[in-house]
């Protein structure tokens, strides 16, 4: 059998200790223990620490540790509960507003609605940006004793682009600018205004339900 | 259902007793508490009430804390009892038991770095009680405060498996069920915190009883 040349490892003692190791090797450790006065020493204070550990009393208890059922919470004390029900209040506002905004909606986009919102905002980046026309050709003249042909629209245009085109392109540029900020400005508050008070209310309510379980929510975590 | 701490002022105490019967055995018990019967539940709670928050109070540090997590540790043991399928009930309770006072660690530490107060890791350890009586002696004697002090000073790993073998005394196997580890991880993790606190104990003069031995050999 393999003496065993070195100390013992921490490992070893500790497992020795507890009558852990393989028998070959509980062996070998027996007589590396005999014959080494280090790892001998070692063993006796492992031994006297772990029996003071083992002699450490319980400590009293604080108190008792049984445990009860809580009868069941009825469901509508859990309604009147406060939470609960702000929350739910949050959630069907929140329907509701989704509802009337659907019905809103699909009032704003029937075609006699496009056309007052839009009708402004369309023709004039149009015809500023189109730059200068040409002048009018001899083609497009009303010519001969026949009945006029009739004049496209953007022929009737011809003379209000032709003053514009007199500007500078400069200012040309900046009140498009202007123009499509102040449209999309405007569009927005158009939207909003559009919308029903029943609408609104409803849409606040539900914000403002959301807001406070949400806060109340953070503040419980 | 929900389930509450029954809060009985007085340890040992119940509020309506236990209507199971006193001739029960431990399997019965275990088998009537798997069905969700509080008051078999409530005999097993006596039974390993005091290692349980012993465990916790060497494992925190502090009876306010330890008295949480054992607290915890009952209220989800019973929760998860019906999934109980060992033969040993004190190692897996000992489990849950870990579990709840690292989850009270973490809070702990959470507190502590909302405070700005996160200078130390270290588990400050108080006395569980002021005045233990005369059958505590032992734990506030010079000895034991010094084993006290030195066990809070191990590395929580550390200081969790010497706690389970050697204080609560489980062996390598339910300790690795216990602190849900392997086996050799057990014993490496066993053999550092002794060797360790041999080393503190060593340093203070605790262990003088072993020179003296050697020397009678």
Redesign the interface.
């Known amino acids: 059998m393999q003496e065993l040349s070195n100390h013992l490892?921490?490992?070893q003692?500790?497992?020795y200790f507890?009558e852990?190791l393989p028998a070959n090797e509980q062996s070998l450790v027996d007589e590396h223990i005999t014959a080494c006065?280090a790892c001998?020493?070692?063993l006796?204070?492992?031994?006297?620490?772990?029996l003071?550990?083992?002699?450490?009393?319980?400590?009293?208890?604080?108190?008792?540790?049984?445990?009860?059922?809580?009868p069941?919470?009825s469901i509508l004390s859990r309604i009147l509960s406060w939470d609960f029900g702000i929350r739910s209040l949050a959630s069907v506002a929140a329907a509701l507003f989704i509802v009337v905004l659907s019905i809103d909606l699909t009032a704003m986009n029937r075609p006699a609605g496009i056309v007052p919102l839009n009708a402004a905002t369309q023709a004039r980046p149009v015809s500023s940006a189109s730059g200068p026309l040409p002048q009018p050709t001899a083609a497009l003249q009303p010519t001969g004793a026949g009945a006029p042909a009739p004049v496209p629209a953007a022929a009737r245009r011809q003379p209000e682009a032709a003053t514009e085109s007199a500007a500078p392109q400069a200012t040309d540029s900046a009140r498009l600018e202007a123009l499509v900020t102040r449209d999309a400005g405007s569009s927005m508050a158009n939207s909003l205004s559009a919308l029903s008070p029943l609408t609104l209310t409803i849409g606040t309510v539900a914000v403002l339900l959301i807001l406070v379980a949400v806060v109340r929510s953070v503040r419980q975590a | 259902m929900r389930i509450i701490a029954a809060q009985s002022p007085d340890p040992g105490q119940s509020i309506d007793l236990m209507s199971a019967p006193k001739f029960l055995d431990d399997a019965d018990i275990l088998a009537r508490a798997r069905l969700g019967d509080v008051d078999a539940f409530n005999r097993l709670v006596l039974d390993h009430e005091r290692p349980v928050y012993s465990l916790a109070y060497r494992l925190l540090g502090n009876p306010d804390d330890a008295a949480d997590a054992t607290q915890d540790s009952f209220v989800n043991a019973y929760r998860a009892i019906n999934g109980f399928r060992g033969e040993a009930i004190r190692p897996w309770l000992f489990r849950i038991a870990v579990r709840c006072c690292y989850d009270q660690l973490r809070r702990r530490k959470r507190r502590r770095e909302d405070s700005l107060d996160a200078d130390s890791e270290e588990v400050h350890w108080e006395p569980a009680d002021p005045d233990p009586g005369p059958e505590l002696g032992v734990l506030h004697s010079e000895t034991g405060a010094a084993i006290e002090r030195a066990l809070q000073s191990l590395p929580l790993d550390q200081r969790t498996i010497v706690i389970l073998c050697d204080v609560q005394g489980l062996s390598y196997e339910e300790a690795a069920e216990a602190a849900d580890l392997e086996l050799g991880t057990v014993k490496s993790r066993l053999s550092r915190a002794r060797s360790r606190l041999r080393e503190l104990l060593r340093a203070r003069g605790e262990l003088p009883g072993a020179s003296d031995r050697l020397a009678e050999m």
Request: proline share 10%; charged share 30%.
């Open positions: 490892t921490d490992e003692l500790s497992v507890d852990r006065n001998r020493l070692a006796h204070e492992l031994e006297a620490t772990v003071s550990l083992r002699s450490l009393p319980e400590p009293s208890l604080p108190r008792s540790f049984l445990i009860r059922e809580q069941p919470v």
